[in-house]
């Protein structure tokens, strides 16, 4: 039986588990999908070596860059990106070797542009980790300029929370969350954003889909913005992972 499974910390809140196991029962495919939570990135070799039949894993927080430095090849699109979310596993004549790749950018852009409207042309994009990195990426495909927020200035192409002006919110009209803010079991918690110069021109994308509408999504359809979770985003992911595992 092959195995599959996914490495973060916490794990209480991924998907991905049940997809996937629900997947290969109704597909009768045999195999079987683990969460490996893992406190600290340098039990990974733990993980690869305690389980020789694994064939690939998915890579969420706080991992998707830590866990760039044990692999042996990341492939051209992870690389520009900084981030890794999937990892296809191949033995190979008695060795493992391991190969990363990034799905979020494909399950973000084409969940996301359906959405877009001819006013849409910049985006602030909240969070500076792993996946920030690809939902940056994804926004310069669409054809979308960027702008980092963070709690910390970090360099010029960032801004903290504090300097969303009015002129700055006028100018964004996509506002994509990248952060863990507001996610169950914290589900009264928000991105500090002054929602009240949203506007029904405004997009809101959250990549979380725990609860289904975020108080970051509430907040922007309570002044019209269209709001979007990151469900689908996820959907599309898993079935990108499939096909790099396989493939």
């Known amino acids: 039986m092959k195995k599959y499974g996914l490495i973060g910390y916490p794990l209480g809140h991924s998907f991905s588990r049940n997809f996937f196991n629900e997947k290969f029962q109704s597909e009768n495919i045999n195999a079987e ?10 039990d ?3 993980v690869i070596s305690g389980n020789p039949d694994l064939a690939g894993l998915n890579v969420t927080i706080p991992y998707k860059e830590k866990v760039m430095s ?18 296809r596993i191949e033995h190979v004549k008695g060795k493992v070797r391991l190969t990363g790749y990034n799905s979020d950018i494909i399950g973000f852009t084409r969940s ?34 960027t702008l980092f927020v963070s709690r910390n ?20 009209k996509v506002i994509i969350n990248c952060t863990p803010v507001g996610m169950y079991p914290l589900a009264d918690k928000c991105p500090d954003i ?22 970051f999504m509430k907040k922007g359809a309570d002044q019209g913005a269209i709001v ?18 396989n493939g």
């Open 112 to 145: 996301i542009e359906p959405l877009l409207e001819p006013y849409h042309k910049k985006a602030l994009i909240l969070g500076t980790g792993g996946a920030s990195k690809a939902i940056r990426q994804g926004c310069v495909e669409l054809g979308l300029d």
């Open 228 to 245: 979007k979770n990151g469900l689908e985003m996820l959907l599309l992911q898993a079935f990108a992972s499939w096909d790099i595992w």
């Open 194 to 215: 002054p929602y009240h110069l949203l506007t029904p021109q405004h997009l809101l994308y959250d990549l979380l889909y725990n609860p289904n509408t975020t108080l």
């Open 70 to 87: 044990y692999l042996d090849k990341v492939d051209d699109v992870a690389a520009s990106i900084g981030a890794v979310n999937v990892i």
């Open 44 to 46: 990974f070799p733990k």
């Open 33 to 42: 999908y683990i969460n490996f939570e893992i406190p600290t990135i340098e």
């Open 153 to 172: 200035k970090h360099n010029d192409s960032t801004v903290t929370y504090e300097e969303l002006t009015p002129q700055v919110m006028d100018e964004y």
